[in-house]
């Protein structure tokens, strides 16, 4: 299980990966091994206003369709327009190429209630039990 240690992990399998005041926003390799083959990838709209904990995202696989929920509060300023055509690219790459969008985040302080790379390592064992 690929759980990279610079990012920040929800309990719904979303990831962020900040860089300054962007924040990269993708689902985790833990999360597309148990969707399966993705089929599809529903995007918000460039300019969308996203709040944490809200849906924001959907992603479809051959065994299920599933709601991606915002990391952090902040707006959506560029989509992954790869994944229209490719959305595979979510199994093959969920931490690089099948990222869903960037976004400026509008408060950091909301990252205290992201796991770090450990904990969500242990989220995970505790999922497994």
Known sequence: MNIPKDLFYTKDHEWARLEGKKAYVGITDYAQGALGDITFAGL???????????????????KAASDVYAPLSGRVVSLNE???????LVNKSPYEEGYFFVMD???ESEKTKLM??????KYLEGIAK
């Not at 770090?116 to 390592?121: K, P």
């Open 82 to 88: 790869k994944l229209a055509a490719h959305p595979e």
């Open 116 to 121: 770090d790379a450990a904990s969500y390592g």
């Open 105 to 107: 985040v509008s408060d």
């Open 44 to 62: 918000p709209k460039n300019g969308d206003a996203v709040k944490q904990s809200d849906l924001c995202a959907t992603v479809e696989s051959v």
